[in-house]
């Protein structure tokens, strides 16, 4: 009896420059179906998402229909996300409608206030109906002597103005309860002064971006997770095939580079959490580089470490897309790094209360020290209290905001300034956070170290990385 070939599923992680060299050691094994798949969050993550994580859009520079687009895009019609972003954005262009009707209001030299003050012989009034009803509304109206002015609210709704006598009112009230449309509501803090109807609707407008921006972001960081988990997964079928790979010499110098890989950032690991100097000596690595290696994991001062770091990298003669990965490498670490310094600096201060009757967050901004006077000055004409540090080759604004209002001011403002900005939101325990700062920081030195020893060993055999590695394994 003829039984089916045995079939096997795998996963593989590899870097995309080494996404050939893979292939083709794997299409010696035999007939293999491969499907390709990312590991980064640039290449999973939408562009907004990626930006609202990173924290480069603010509820006030939130695109409404991107923030549309994009949830449609990424999660499914019956996923609560979805749903609630879908009634907010709703919500958004309802009262985006309500503002539009005031300023028409307003160019007729109308106040929506008229609508509910006590008639006297004549009375103003309003309806709101839908278009395919107006014809006939405005028949039944004109029958009753009423004089009519009407404002398209949208393709499917009218606002008509009522103009007529009292001893029209019972007339007119029974015509409108009939005919008036569900679909469009007025809110009852339209009934204002134009200016006070205009400033409520950008309150409500502001409201609903920081809970659109919230929402965003909590999404952004599931997925996040979600990508990060995948990531540790592959990483243990990458370990099981490299078990494989020793078996078969053909495919060992194809899969060469990915295995060097892994060792590196095992290397990298144990120079950083386990002061392994001897490794260094051991590749040859150049003293300049060696040096600086060493002062960005002991000096107190990363900065300007990490910026001759920075240099070397430039002047070398790497491939531009290896130097703009270093310059990925390097803008995050930085903003690890000011973030973590800036929190220790305010807690050594006593600038953070350990114990906090409800969440706040920090505002810190990083830049020249013309624009960190400016923006100090334009945040205290406000009453908004700031706090400046100096901070290595940065001069540092520091900012405490425990309201929502406030903090969509400070973002207005600093965003009119060339800083770097960082907002801190405080929900736990300050020192616990400050930890949790610290241990990003040391994650990310092993990659600014790795990545350093990846380019100045090229041509370093792989079992001499390996030999180097406390874990012979």
């Given at each position: 009896m003829l039984l089916p070939e045995k079939i096997a599923m795998f996963r593989v992680a590899v870097p995309a420059e080494y996404e050939l060299s893979l292939i083709d050691a794997i299409?010696?094994?035999?007939?293999?179906?491969?499907?390709?798949?990312?590991?980064?969050?640039?290449?999973v993550m939408p562009k907004l998402l990626s930006d609202v994580l990173q924290g480069w859009v603010s509820p006030l520079t939130l695109d409404i229909d991107l923030t549309?687009?994009?949830?449609?895009?990424?999660?499914?019609?019956?996923?609560?996300?979805?749903?609630?972003?879908?009634?907010?954005?709703?919500?958004?262009?309802?009262?985006?409608?309500?503002?539009?009707?005031?300023?028409?209001?307003?160019?007729?030299?109308?106040?929506?206030?008229?609508?509910?003050?006590?008639?006297?012989?004549?009375?103003?009034?309003?309806?709101?109906?839908?278009?395919?009803k107006l014809l006939q509304t405005i028949h039944e109206l004109k029958s009753l002597e009423v004089i009519i002015r009407r404002i398209r609210i949208d393709e499917h709704n009218y606002f008509l103005i009522l103009i007529y006598e009292k001893n029209r009112e019972v007339q007119v009230k029974k015509l409108k309860e009939s005919i008036s449309s569900t679909l469009f509501r007025i809110p009852e803090w339209f009934f204002d002064k134009p200016q006070s109807v205009?400033?409520?609707?950008?309150?409500?407008?502001?409201?609903?971006?920081?809970?659109?921006?919230?929402?965003?972001?909590?999404?952004?960081?599931?997925?996040k997770d979600a990508v990060e988990y995948e990531k540790t997964s592959r990483i243990g079928t990458l370990?099981?095939?490299?078990?494989?790979?020793?078996?078969?010499?053909?495919?060992l110098t194809s899969l060469n580079s990915i295995v060097k890989d892994l060792i590196i950032a095992t290397l990298a690991r144990e120079i950083v959490k386990e002061n392994r100097i001897d490794v260094l000596e051991e590749l040859n690595i150049d003293e300049e580089i060696s040096k600086e290696?060493?002062?960005?994991?002991?000096?107190?001062?990363?900065?300007?470490?990490?910026?001759?770091?920075?240099?070397?990298v430039e002047s070398s003669d790497l491939d531009p897309p290896i130097k703009e990965k270093f310059k990925e490498i390097f803008a995050r670490f930085l903003r690890i790094y000011l973030r973590s310094c800036v929190f220790e600096e305010l807690l050594a201060k006593n600038k953070i209360p350990l114990s906090r009757r409800k969440d706040f967050q920090i505002g810190i901004f990083f830049g020249e020290y013309e624009y960190i006077e400016n923006l100090s000055s334009e945040l205290d004409i406000y009453g908004i209290k700031t706090l400046t540090l100096d901070l290595s080759i940065y001069n540092v604004?520091?900012?405490l905001v425990e309201?929502?209002?406030?903090?969509?001011?400070?973002?207005?403002?600093?965003?009119?300034?060339?800083?770097?900005?960082?907002?801190?939101?405080?929900?736990?325990?300050p020192l616990k956070m400050l930890a949790n700062f610290e241990k990003s920081l040391e994650v990310e030195e092993e990659v600014v170290v790795g990545g350093v020893i990846l380019v100045v060993t090229k041509e370093t055999s792989l079992e001499k990385l390996a030999n180097l590695c406390n874990d012979k394994d």
């Open positions: 299409s010696k094994f035999g007939n293999t179906a491969l499907k390709a798949g990312g590991m980064e969050l640039h290449h549309l687009d994009t949830i449609r895009r990424v999660l499914r019609p019956r996923d609560e996300y979805r749903i609630k972003i879908e009634n907010l954005v709703r919500e958004y262009r309802w009262i985006e409608k309500i503002e539009n009707l005031a300023k028409r209001l307003s160019s007729m030299r109308i106040s929506p206030d008229q609508f509910i003050r006590p008639p006297l012989k004549v009375k103003f009034d309003y309806m709101c109906v839908e278009s395919d205009l400033m409520r609707a950008e309150e409500e407008k502001n409201k609903i971006r920081k809970e659109l921006f919230d929402t965003l972001l909590d999404v952004a960081e599931m997925i370990e099981n095939a490299q078990k494989l790979c020793k078996e078969t010499k053909a495919s290696i060493l002062e960005l994991i002991k000096s107190e001062n990363k900065l300007i470490v990490l910026e001759r770091i920075r240099l070397i604004l520091v900012t309201d929502e209002k406030t903090l969509n001011m400070v973002q207005n403002i600093a965003e009119r300034y060339p800083v770097l900005r960082l907002f801190v939101k405080i929900t736990e325990d």
